[in-house]
């Protein structure tokens, strides 16, 4: 299934309306834990894998583990939103839902990701 650009601006719109929301200080709870990845590359194939969040202070340190290929990035938490720089040209930026689910966009919004414990 190819993601479309109505799919792509939804995702973002989600993440920007998400954003809005931190502009009243809540109590984030943790994201620390392991996770099951579930997404779609930018050609629109699927992968799964598997991946560890943890979190010191105001850093967040992530590790996925995709077949036999194994990624890692740091980045930052503000509330519900996780930006991860991973080495790409783009950060993965999540957005934490009510569920405990992390969803997230990277490749410039060309791929799309959700984290599932």
Same mark, same amino acid.
């Given at each position: 299934?190819?993601?479309?650009?109505?799919?792509?601006?939804? #995702?973002?719109?989600?993440?920007?309306?998400? $954003?809005?929301?931190? +502009?009243?200080? =809540?109590?984030? /709870?943790?994201?620390? !834990?392991?996770?099951?990845?579930?997404?779609?590359?930018?050609?629109?194939?699927?992968?799964?894998?598997? #991946?560890?969040?943890?979190?010191?202070?105001? $850093?967040?340190?992530? +590790?996925?583990? =995709?077949?036999? /290929?194994?990624?890692? !990035?740091?980045?930052?938490?503000?509330?519900?939103?996780?930006?991860?720089?991973?080495?790409?040209?783009?950060?993965?930026?999540?957005?934490?839902?009510?569920?405990?689910?992390?969803?997230?966009?990277?490749?410039?919004?060309?791929?799309?990701?959700?984290?599932?414990?």
């Amino acid at each position: 299934m190819k993601i479309t650009t109505w799919g792509r601006r939804a #995702v973002m719109a989600g993440l920007a309306a998400g $954003m809005m929301t931190l +502009a009243a200080p =809540v109590a984030a /709870q943790s994201i620390s !834990g392991n996770y099951r990845a579930e997404g779609r590359n930018p050609d629109g194939s699927p992968y799964s894998g598997v #991946v560890t969040i943890r979190e010191e202070g105001a $850093m967040v340190y992530i +590790a996925w583990r =995709v077949g036999n /290929q194994g990624y890692n !990035g740091t980045g930052t938490r503000n509330g519900d939103v996780i930006w991860i720089d991973w080495g790409s040209d783009y950060p993965i930026v999540y957005l934490r839902m009510p569920s405990g689910q992390l969803h997230g966009t990277w490749a410039n919004g060309t791929a799309l990701e959700r984290l599932v414990r």
